[in-house]
């Protein structure tokens, strides 16, 4: 295993010097504390913006990601992690945000690789029947989606860096170079990016389903990152499921304003549990194995 992923030190050396724990603690604790600051501006610059009757159905809008505003407005809200990133490594740390990233011609490569054949297994997918259950209806206009695209992209995009940044990145890099075993740096990071999709006020009975497919994302995204020795196949993974659950088919009435299409369940629909769980599932398996294949490693 340790042999697997010797290309995680383009990862794990940078973060040597500043390895100690409390180090850490206290970058997260840090990075949170930015975060809630700058998203607390963030959301009053949007209230300023729109009248103080307009603002409680926005604000609604963005907690659910109901509209096509609501899902822009929560998307960009993400750069507040990138700029509490940014702040707290170098002086913290004593390293650039570059640096959790990898080698960046190797880190494109790898995530063009994986792109390529993550699309060609969602196209494959693509003309396999589905369930019943699973079967979409549509949701935005196909041309307003399409219009929406030029920016609904670089949003997603910059959404899935924040998080692979923070999490395979900042966390698994520097867990890495001071608690060397794997053990510890897939699991850690892996249960905490989990337990953040906890939400049993949207999940109802179906939260710990969605921690425990979010926790196997996060085990496919940390061994994808080590065995490569950098962020960009998990990147490519994350873009790939994220452009699937957001911007194709979404649940109904969550996260959806987006779409292109809805599914005809909610996210705490416990009938459909039975179907999309094992979907769920097996389509990570087999997106991590593609990615795996693509890269040889």
Known sequence: MRNAYTAHRFLTDPAR????????????????AIYYALGFAYFNLLAELVTQREWPALSREISEGSTPRGMIALLGSFAMIVIALAVVLPTLHGRGIFTLIGPLPRAASDFFRTGVALSALGFLLWLLPEPETMATVPNLPMLRWLALLPLTLPLLFLQISAEELGFR??????L????????????????????????PATQGDNAPWFVLIATFFGLAAADLTARSGTLGPALALHFAINIGAILIAAPQG???GLALGHYPFALDDTAARAVW???????LFCSWLTARLALGR
């Open 176 to 199: 890495a170079a001071r608690l060397p075993h794997p053990a510890v740096w897939l699991i850690v990071p892996s249960l905490l990016f989990g337990m953040l999709h906890y939400d």
């Open 17 to 32: 010097p500043s390895a100690q724990l409390w180090r850490l603690g206290l970058g997260v604790a840090i990075v949170v």
């Open 277 to 283: 769980l094992p979907y769920d599932v097996l389509m």
């Open 254 to 256: 969550a996260l959806n």
């Open 169 to 174: 990145g900042y966390l698994q890099s520097q």
